[in-house]
Nanobody, 114 residues
Framework: QVQLVESGGGSGQPGGSLRLSCAASGFTFSNHAMSWYRQAPGKERELVAG????????NYADSVKGRVTISRDNAKNTVYLQMNNPKPENTAVYYC???????WGQGTQVAVSS
């Protein structure tokens, strides 16, 4: 069955970095675009970044451009989200998503202190 398992969340500090990983299984990973979303406390889930199936194109929310990089390794069936200089407002649960057919991971918590 399809599985998306996020990892790498935890505590972060401004000036530091975090790398989230999403390990996929149960489908042909290299055939699917992938994305990262986040949901902050009391807010709706929002798109952070997306990447095409071979990684040739990426897109980012305006709020994270320049500080976040999405990438993938199709040999490892894994998509990554590199967060540089995270800010307290980036505190959220981060979710990995297969774009189509849609499928969500269980999420990983990121907490950035001030």
């Amino acid at each position: 069955q399809v599985q998306l398992v996020e990892s790498g969340g935890g505590s972060g500090q401004p000036g530091g970095s975090l790398r989230l990983s999403c390990a996929a299984s149960g489908f042909t990973f290299s055939n699917h675009a992938m994305s990262w979303y986040r949901q902050a406390p009391g807010k709706e889930r929002e798109l952070v970044a997306g990447i095409t199936s071979r990684g040739e194109r990426t897109n980012y929310a305006d709020s994270v451009k320049g500080r976040v990089t999405i990438s993938r390794d199709n040999a490892k069936n894994t998509v990554y989200l590199q967060m540089n200089n995270p800010k307290p407002e980036n505190t959220a649960v981060y979710y990995c998503r297969r774009v189509f057919p849609g499928y969500w991971g269980q999420g990983t918590q990121v907490a950035v202190s001030s």
